[in-house]
């Protein structure tokens, strides 16, 4: 029954105890999936698909492991987990006016999750596989100096190519992170010199 981690991604059972909580997790993965998109993402549809593939593989796995039949909060917990440390300093509001920074977002929401529904295993396996990806793909060989052990496959660039333009917000990756994007790719930025302001001359 090859497949059984597709079906066990998408399927969760509704009922009157699981409906609002259902709601809540349908909200997030919108609201956070999308602003990776047009966020730190922007422009590299493959680079956002190979990041859900790679969080995809690990809760599987985890859930295999684990005996684990639903990996749909899981999942959407690793997204949520990954645009929060990617816009870690910015202030986001949650249930009641309560404001914070977004780096606390998925421990917040692990304990919410915790008083409506009783079990926070789905939300800490999210969250250790978000931060999995984020450290790999972003603090490791970025801040730390490290090896690079992940890197988009070819074959999903040749499917989902870069774009440019598009529509941007929601945080971009820290500067450091740029930085080393940046030299990654080149740089690709023409140096126009050091200009001047009005009233200076």
Known sequence: QIWRPITATFFFPVGPGTGFLYLVNLYFLYQYSSRLETGAFDGRPADYMFMLLFNWICIVITGLAMDMQLLMIPLIMSVLYVW???????????????????????????????????????????????????????????????????????????????????????????????????????GGRHNWGQGFRLGDQ
Not at 85 to 101: A, C, E, H, P
Not at 121 to 139: A, R, T
Not at 166 to 176: D, E
């Open 84 to 186: 929060a440390q990617l816009n870690r300093d910015m202030i986001v509001s949650f249930w009641f006016g309560t404001r914070f920074k977004a780096c606390y977002l998925p421990w917040v929401i692990l304990g919410f999750n915790y008083i409506i529904g009783g079990s926070v295993i789905n939300e800490l396996i999210g969250n250790l596989v978000g931060h999995l990806y984020f450290f790999l793909m972003f603090k490791y060989p970025m801040d730390l100096g490290g090896r690079n052990f992940l890197s988009t496959p070819q074959f999903l660039y040749r499917w989902l190519p870069n774009r440019r333009g598009g529509v941007s917000g929601f945080g971009v990756p820290p500067a450091s992170m740029r930085r080393a994007a940046e030299d990654q790719h080149g």
